[in-house]
């Protein structure tokens, strides 16, 4: 798992490694203009490079990275938007004249250059670029060349990922060379499109642990494929079908179909679907694998986790709270139950296992906000829902809202966002719940598939494309 820290956190991270091991902070800045070199090279290594530099230490970084690109081979030319005034950034400022790099106006460079590097605000920014730096934005955002931001992308809060001011002051950059630790406001919409490819930048701040074990545990972490292969629940040899976890679906219509389906490619042993008789025939396309009974049928010594609420339906609020407040195994509310524990909150019950899977303007209801005060900050949103259970805020980057430490996951692809992909997920987080996962690691594991299923589809696939692709995902990893 990859390591997410807020602009505090790591502030508090590069304080340690300076004062409490005595590491140089030009050190640090030289590390960081390095490896952010590096990821520019590789990407534009022929590139001829403008390197726009603000008054604070992100200045200074650029300063270091328009020196190693120069050995690298590139034609670099310094753009002091703002002259140096950090110690460390006066530093390589001057060293970067001593070394003869040219520096020009940001017209001049621009005229000669391919590329830009925006080293201007960083993380440190809190309020809207003003003066030349505003101009700067305006005219680089509208030059015609791709842009590596060095940390950041000047005018978007590293929290949030939102703009600290007007969006048409944020920079957009193709690349994102972040420093020490990956930002949350890199996995929140619009920062995750204004950043563009995100590369994490290693400056030594591991080395913060030594000095205090407890700096070693971040905000929040990257998901990553080791991870969910070690939760990845196995099947025993020797193992029946009432050993692999039974999942009631109680649902309606299509979504009924799609998250009973979804629960199957959990690899549990048994599904059943729960609606009343008189529905039965509207119930279209439900593999015959899958057990189809009436909702008096649900039964605590037989059902190990229920997936309740997709396309259930508005009038039935008095199912979703009998079942909410007194099943004794796991239950995951999606869709239709979301809306209605909305209307009359019901609080987990103490000691049982309540799960959530709410896009953005289910959480708002949930929590008495607009889904655009969500958006807004989605890391606090996810932290808010734990009052009604785990959490999954799906959407680009759906996040894992666990106590101190959420996840994150990797994914932000256009082929999730289609009618009935989230009735699958409900599934799948059921199905990885009755199997046995805690409930933190079940929307992990399901999230992971879900979305990795979805990176191999063909464009405009639909949720049925996502069920039927499942089990090559699975087998690829599990070898």
Not at 14 to 33: H, N
Not at 361 to 379: H, I, S
Request: net charge negative; proline share 8%; charged share 20%.
């Amino acid at each position: 798992m990859k390591p997410i820290c807020t602009t505090t956190t790591v502030r508090t991270l590069d304080a340690s490694v300076i004062g409490d091991l005595g590491q140089p902070g030009r050190v640090l800045m030289e590390l960081a203009g390095r490896g952010a070199a590096d990821a520019i090279h590789a990407r534009w290594p022929d590139a001829r490079v403008a390197v726009a530099c603000g008054p604070g230490n992100n200045g200074g970084d650029g300063y270091v990275v328009a020196r190693w690109l120069r050995v690298l081979g590139h034609a670099v030319a310094c753009v002091p938007v703002v002259e140096a005034r950090s110690p460390d950034a006066v530093a390589n400022r001057d060293l970067a004249r001593r070394v003869d790099l040219p520096f020009a106006t940001l017209d001049e460079a621009l005229a000669d250059a391919d590329l830009v590097v925006d080293a201007m605000l960083g993380t440190g920014q809190k309020s809207e670029p003003r003066g030349a730096i505003a101009d700067a934005v305006r005219t680089l955002a509208t030059c015609g060349r791709p842009v590596a931001a060095i940390d950041l992308p000047t005018g978007l809060d590293a929290d949030t990922g939102q703009p600290v001011g007007s969006e048409e002051l944020v920079l957009p950059a193709a690349l994102t060379a972040t420093l020490g630790r990956a930002k949350p406001g890199l996995f929140c919409e619009p920062g995750t499109t204004l950043a563009g490819e995100v590369v994490v930048v290693d400056i030594g701040l591991d080395l913060a642990g030594l000095a205090n074990p407890a700096m070693r545990l971040p905000d929040a972490g990257l998901l990553e494929e080791a991870d969910v292969r070690a939760w990845m629940p196995r099947v025993r040899p020797g193992a029946a079908k009432w050993h692999r976890g039974h999942v009631a679906v109680r649902a309606g219509r299509g979504a009924a179909v799609l998250a009973a389906h979804g629960a199957a490619r959990a690899g549990v042993g048994l599904v059943t679907l729960l609606a009343p008789r008189e529905e039965w025939p509207a119930i279209k396309g439900l593999w015959p694998e899958v057990i189809l009974a009436e909702p008096e049928a649900l039964d605590p010594s037989r059902h190990d986790a229920v997936v309740l609420g997709p396309g259930l339906g508005l009038d039935q609020g008095a199912a979703v709270e009998a079942i909410w407040r007194a099943f004794p195994g796991p239950v995951v509310a999606d869709g239709d139950a979301l809306t209605l524990l909305a209307r009359d909150p019901v609080p987990p019950p103490a000691g049982l296992v309540r799960v959530l899977t709410p896009h953005a303007a289910e959480a708002g209801r949930l929590l008495g906000r607009t889904r655009a005060e969500v958006e807004a900050d989605r890391f606090d949103a996810a932290d808010a829902l734990r009052d009604f259970g785990v959490p999954l805020l799906k959407g680009p980057h759906s996040i894992v809202g666990r106590e101190r430490t959420p996840w994150v996951l990797p994914f932000r692809d256009e082929r999730l966002a289609t009618a009935g992909s989230g009735d699958v997920l409900a599934g799948l987080v059921g199905g990885m719940l009755a199997r046995g996962l805690p409930p933190d690691r079940a929307l992990a594991v399901a999230g992971w598939l879900h979305g990795a299923t979805a990176t191999r589809l063909p464009r405009h696939a639909t949720a049925s494309d996502i069920v039927a692709a499942l089990p090559a995902v699975v087998d690829a990893l599990l070898g």
